[in-house]
């Protein structure tokens, strides 16, 4: 009987050790593909960087790109239609228009949102413990900033790059889902 306890006792020390032995194993592999998944969202992450940072730099030269563009337009419809209002005094309200305009046109709030919820996004990726729903929240809001980015859009480089934040916000939003 003796023989028989040492042999039960022996073989739940080895039961012990062996699945204390896949757990560290299970953990060391969760704590890789982590890693792994954290470097890929940190690469989107630089890639949305890399669009939004060149537009941001160039938001005042596209809005007053626009704004010429449908200013000449305007001017042009008016001088077709020979009113009976003085040009200048058209194009002055013309120009008051396109300010207000310029006003919800202008997306350097947008821009200014996605960059600072990516360098969010980056502060939760370098912490410790479970960021999967903090992370899915800031990505709710990378979208929505794209979204509008999208709206607003009065030139193709601004349709483009939104479509392309959305893409990779997309590309990031899979990753995350397999994060704790």
Do not use: W
């Amino acid at each position: 009987m003796l023989a028989e306890d040492d042999a039960a006792l022996a073989l739940a020390a080895l039961a012990i050790d062996a699945g204390r032995e896949a757990l560290e194993g299970f953990l060391a592999h969760r704590a890789r593909e982590g890693a792994r998944l954290v470097a890929v969202i940190a690469e989107r992450a630089q890639a949305i960087t890399q669009i939004v940072k060149p537009l941001r730099e160039r938001g005042p030269e596209l809005l007053a790109a626009h704004e010429k563009r449908l200013s000449e337009r305007l001017q042009t419809a008016v001088e077709s239609l020979g009113s009976r209002v003085p040009v200048e005094e058209t194009m002055a309200r013309v120009r008051q228009e396109l300010a207000l305009y310029g006003m919800r046109a202008d997306v350097t709030e947008e821009l200014d949102r996605l960059l600072a919820h990516l360098d969010e996004l980056r502060e939760a990726c370098s912490g410790a413990g479970p960021v999967g729903k903090r992370l899915d929240f800031l990505l709710q809001e990378l979208n929505r900033e794209a979204n509008t980015l999208g709206s607003k859009a009065a030139i193709v480089d601004l349709s483009r790059a939104a479509i392309d934040l959305k893409l990779l916000i997309e590309q990031i939003r899979e990753q995350v889902q397999n994060l704790e």
